[in-house]
Nanobody
Framework: QVQLQESGPGLVKPSQTLSLTCTVS??????????WTWIRQPPGKGLEWMGL???????WYSPSLKDRTSISRVTSKNQFSLQLTSVTPEDTAVYYC????????????????WGQGTQVTVSS
């Protein structure tokens, strides 16, 4: 089965860069009609979509985060990563990586797989 696992530091200092990696097993991240996304949930708030990278390497970002967000991949490691620069305490959240199937197919998108989530706290 498909499994996703987030990894990275749980504590980041303000103004620094938050970096997380999602390791995927059970499916290649270059598999067609698939996108790989980062979603976060700050305490007491709802889920926030941050951005994605498609199976072809194209990226899209939330308008509110696009200036600080970068998603990349290393296909040889079957991994994709998140970088969020200039973090503040408002970036404290549980961060999830997800797999979306049916990408590029009208009305067929589905959040088929989720990582377990990782808590990241921004604090000095």
């Amino acid at each position: 089965q498909v499994q996703l696992q987030e990894s990275g530091p749980g504590l980041v200092k303000p103004s620094q860069t938050l970096s997380l990696t999602c390791t995927v097993s059970g499916v290649s991240i270059t598999t067609g009609y698939t996108a790989w996304t980062w979603i976060r949930q700050p305490p007491g708030k709802g889920l926030e979509w941050m951005g994605l990278i498609g199976d072809d390497g194209r990226t899209w970002y939330s308008p509110s985060l696009k200036d600080r967000t970068s998603i990349s991949r290393v296909t040889s490691k079957n991994q994709f990563s998140l970088q969020l620069t200039s973090v503040t305490p408002e970036d404290t959240a549980v961060y999830y990586c997800t797999r979306v199937t049916g990408w590029g197919t009208p009305d067929s998108q589905d959040f088929a797989s989720w990582g377990q989530g990782t808590q990241v706290t921004v604090s000095s």
